[in-house]
Antibody
Framework: EVQLVESGGGLVKPGGSLRLSCAAS????????MSWVRQAPGKGLEWVGR??????????DYAAPVKGRFTISRDDSKNTLYLQMNSLKTEDTAVYYC??????????WGQGTLVTVSS | QSALTQPASVSGSPGQSITISCTGT?????????VSWYQQHPGKAPKLMIY???NRPSGVSNRFSGSKSGNTASLTISGLQAEDEADYYC??????????FGGGTKLTVL
């Protein structure tokens, strides 16, 4: 059974940093493309970024609002995905979901972790 | 990249069929067959319902179907059931190697 478990969310001040983790199990993590998707309170889904598998180059792409501030990385030895978030803004407040990417879609989702950016 | 356009809400009675539209541009919906649909119940994570325009993942009811014409994709739910009441989001891969979501549609089963 595929499981994605996010952690690391919490309250942070504007301008601060936070690192989210996503522990994966039930599939071959090293072969998977992975993504982060967020959802602000009461709002819709917003794609944050994606990292390819190392065999496909391991490259990353990001949504415009987070480019240059957020960094996605992976540790295939630990089956873990990361999202390093710097220079956080109040508008980054959201539940952050870790997802697998296959056939252009987000096929498995974690339960999400809440990030609140507030002074 | 602007969000894809979905109606804010749709409704239908049990047993009826409803269709949710998702309009983008030639740089996303119209340019790729990587259109997908997600169902989200309150307080829950989204669930993939349709991928590559019209394919259903294993375990998803065949009451859910997808299609695309030009820059507009559609999700049809037939034989509406009470448990179908949820928010639905479309998504598309884009020419910028990114993804974009629709604003979401709230389905009410009357």
């Amino acid at each position: 059974e595929v499981q994605l478990v996010e952690s690391g969310g919490g309250l942070v001040k504007p301008g601060g940093s936070l690192r989210l983790s996503c522990a994966a199990s039930g599939f071959t993590f090293s072969n998977a493309w992975m993504s982060w998707v967020r959802q602000a309170p009461g709002k819709g889904l917003e794609w944050v970024g994606r990292i390819k598998s190392k065999t496909d180059g391991g490259t990353t792409d990001y949504a415009a609002p987070v480019k240059g501030r957020f960094t996605i990385s992976r540790d295939d030895s630990k089956n873990t995905l990361y999202l390093q978030m710097n220079s956080l803004k109040t508008e980054d407040t959201a539940v952050y979901y870790c997802t697998t990417v296959k056939s252009g879609s987000f096929n498995y989702w974690g339960q999400g972790t809440l990030v609140t950016v507030s002074s | 990249q602007s969000a894809l356009t979905q109606p804010a809400s749709v409704s239908g009675s049990p047993g009826q069929s409803i269709t949710i539209s998702c309009t983008g541009t030639s740089s996303d919906v119209g340019g790729y067959n990587y259109v997908s649909w997600y169902q989200q119940h309150p307080g829950k994570a989204p669930k993939l319902m349709i991928y590559e325009v019209s394919n259903r993942p294993s375990g998803v009811s065949n009451r859910f179907s997808g299609s695309k014409s030009g820059n507009t994709a559609s999700l049809t739910i037939s034989g509406l059931q009470a448990e179908d009441e949820a928010d639905y989001y479309c998504s598309s891969y884009t020419s910028s190697s990114t993804w974009v979501f629709g604003g979401g549609t709230k389905l009410t089963v009357l």
